[in-house]
């Protein structure tokens, strides 16, 4: 008999939040810290694995944007998509909707088409190399000004034809969606799907105004949703996905215990939710370990574990003769 860890390995897999900088493994970021010539914090890998204890977001982030700071040309932003792409490609995911954080390599120099070049001509070659396909989402930094977030949608607009959304990201509490409601009207009228992280710390208001005021495609963790019965209901009626991410979760202190992560919950009351890994090389683990994890630790049944791999499919921003293929496969892997 095959176990389910097993058969979440094969199925074929969606990546819907994943932050392409928390992709940086430290071996890679020595690497490119060294012929880059440029000193790092920590000095030794050891030194830096050792430091990834976070107490909540804050903590991460920090180290994030230390991490992210030895990126400068565009081959270390190709060889570090690359790196990911081919990670994740081992383990079947076939999709991945990634995110990229441009202000925090602006705010250091590093030009827009720097970075977008080398994310996106990665992500076209393991398209033709593996038929992998993927959409890219701009994400605003939430600690920054409404203004700095106007500068970055001027910059991308040489852009857009790269570019398939925009999400919200970084510091969550004391930066509500609505303080970017005029950002995301203009984005959309851009013709740019959107999305937010919201209800990781943040209080269930935050994904009340990130679905009434924004009016998000998708949510981005939404655990707190599940404080407030009419705001599920609402995200129901919506048909939003959320797209969950279970070790992040528990490395950030979302959840204390991976036995006691919501998921299940969240199944239950009919929410869409996905699984993704958000900032895979600082949580401990890519797609198919976030999968085990769940597996081994909540106790998902086969019939969960398949809700939750269509729920990746149907969320996900491909195209719907895609999304046929992919449902097909699943259910006969499934059958
Ligand atoms: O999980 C996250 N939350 C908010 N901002 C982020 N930036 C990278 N990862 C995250
Ligand atoms: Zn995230």
């Given at each position: 008999m095959e176990t389910l860890i097993e058969l979440s390995k094969k199925m074929p897999k969606t990546e819907?939040?994943?932050?392409?900088?928390?992709?940086?493994?430290p071996e890679q970021m020595f690497a490119i810290a060294q012929r880059n010539q440029v000193e790092l914090k920590y000095h030794t890998v050891e030194a830096l694995k050792a430091?990834?204890?976070?107490?909540?977001l804050q903590d991460f982030l920090d180290l994030y944007y230390q991490g992210m700071s030895v990126l400068l040309h565009e081959a270390d932003f190709y060889d570090l998509t690359m790196a990911y792409l081919s990670k994740v490609h081992s383990e079947n995911v076939v999709h991945v909707e990634i995110f990229f954080d441009p202000q925090g390599h602006l705010s250091r120099g590093v030009p827009f088409d720097t970075q977008i070049n080398g994310i996106y001509n990665a992500l076209k070659d393991a398209e033709t190399k593996w038929g992998m396909t993927f959409k890219l989402i701009m994400s605003f930094l939430?600690?920054?000004s409404e203004e700095s977030a106007f500068e970055t949608l001027e910059l991308s607009k040489p852009f857009l034809p790269l570019i398939d959304g925009v999400g919200l990201d970084s510091s969550e509490v004391g930066h509500p969606p609505e303080k970017f409601l005029r950002v995301f009207e203009a984005c959309k009228d851009l013709g740019l799907k959107v999305t937010a992280h919201a209800g990781e710390e943040g209080p269930p208001e935050y994904v009340w105004q990130a679905i009434?005021?924004?009016?998000?495609d998708r949510i981005d963790h939404g655990n707190r949703a599940l404080e407030d019965d009419q705001l599920i209901e609402e995200i129901k009626k919506r048909g939003l996905t959320l797209t969950v991410c279970p070790l992040s979760n528990l490395k950030l202190c979302v959840v204390n215990d991976m036995k006691d992560h919501p998921i299940k919950t969240m199944l239950k009351r009919g929410l869409n939710a996905t699984v993704n890994s958000d900032d895979p090389a600082y949580f401990g683990g890519y797609m198919a370990d976030n999968y085990a994890s769940l597996i081994t630790?909540?106790?998902?049944s086969k019939e969960e574990l398949l809700q939750l791999a269509q729920n990746g499919i149907t969320g996900s921003w491909m195209e719907n003769n895609l999304k046929e293929k992919h449902l097909a496969q699943l259910r006969t892997l499934f059958a």
């Open positions: 819907l939040h994943l932050h392409i900088e928390g992709t940086f493994e430091a990834y204890q976070f107490t909540n939430r600690h920054l009434d005021q924004i009016g998000v630790h909540t106790g998902i």
